[in-house]
Nanobody
Framework: QVQLVESGGGLVQAGGSLRLSCAVS????????MGWFRQAPGQEREFVAA????????YYAESMKGRYSISRDNAKNTVYLQMDRLKPEDTAVYYC???????????????????????WGQGTQVTVSS
């Protein structure tokens, strides 16, 4: 059974940093794009970032560029999201997700679509206080 488990969320002051981790078990996703999404209260889930299978191609939502960084360690079957200069509007539940299309990097539009991620974690809460 495939499981994606996020960790690293919490409460942080505006301007601070957090590093989220997503550990995958049940199978390897070393040949698949991994992504992060988030959902704020009362809002739809939105794309945050994605990283292709070899870590050479990344995509970010516009508001996260320059503040967030996605990375992965395929040996550990883990993907990370480093979040710096956090703002109160970054408060949300953050979800890790995995695609199921080996060795495919795609486009920004493709990687930003939830429907292209068949595997999801349960989410981790990030709260940024002002």
């Amino acid at each position: 059974q495939v499981q994606l488990v996020e960790s690293g969320g919490g409460l942080v002051q505006a301007g601070g940093s957090l590093r989220l981790s997503c550990a995958v078990s049940g199978r390897s996703f070393s040949t698949n794009t991994m992504g992060w999404f988030r959902q704020a209260p009362g809002q739809e889930r939105e794309f945050v970032a994605a990283l292709n299978w070899n870590g050479r191609t990344s995509y970010y939502a516009e508001s996260m560029k320059g503040r967030y960084s996605i990375s992965r360690d395929n040996a550990k079957n883990t993907v990370y999201l480093q979040m710096d200069r956090l703002k109160p509007e970054d408060t949300a539940v953050y979800y890790c997700a995995a695609q199921n299309r080996p060795l495919y990097s795609g486009t920004f539009y493709y990687n930003a679509q939830e429907s292209n991620y068949p595997y999801w974690g349960q989410g981790t809460q990030v709260t940024v206080s002002s």
